[in-house]
Nanobody
Framework: VQLVESGGGLVQPGGSLRLSCAAS????????MGWYRQAPGKERELVADISSSGSSTNYADSVKGRFTISRDNARNAVYLQMTNLKPEDTAVYYC???????WGQGTQVTVSS
């Protein structure tokens, strides 16, 4: 089982980024997937998760209305579209496969002017 995140980077406040997570080694379409983040000195926290079909999503209050989680089961991928980014969104973002308790290596997102 492997999860590989990509798409992080440096962006100015108010900007946008799209994170991708490529999954392999399991039947992706059967499982809930999630995005988490961890800022320096803070605990890892849930950002959003999505049901196996993509029909149900859940967001942390801090990102509601700004972030959108989606998935493409044909491509074994889950995405996080982030808009109106704020400095407090700066963190390492991780993809998570809940059922297998597997995490990706993380991708750094830095929001700064």
């Amino acid at each position: 089982v492997q999860l590989v995140e990509s798409g992080g980077g440096l962006v100015q406040p108010g900007g946008s980024l799209r994170l991708s997570c490529a999954a392999s080694g399991f039947t992706f379409s059967r499982y809930v997937m999630g995005w988490y983040r961890q800022a320096p000195g803070k605990e890892r926290e849930l950002v959003a998760d999505i049901s196996s079909s993509g029909s149900s999503t859940n967001y942390a209050d801090s990102v509601k209305g700004r972030f959108t989680i989606s998935r493409d089961n044909a491509r074994n991928a889950v995405y996080l579209q982030m808009t109106n980014l704020k400095p407090e969104d700066t963190a390492v973002y991780y993809c998570r496969f809940y059922a297998g308790n597997v995490w990706g290596q993380g991708t750094q997102v830095t929001v700064s002017s």
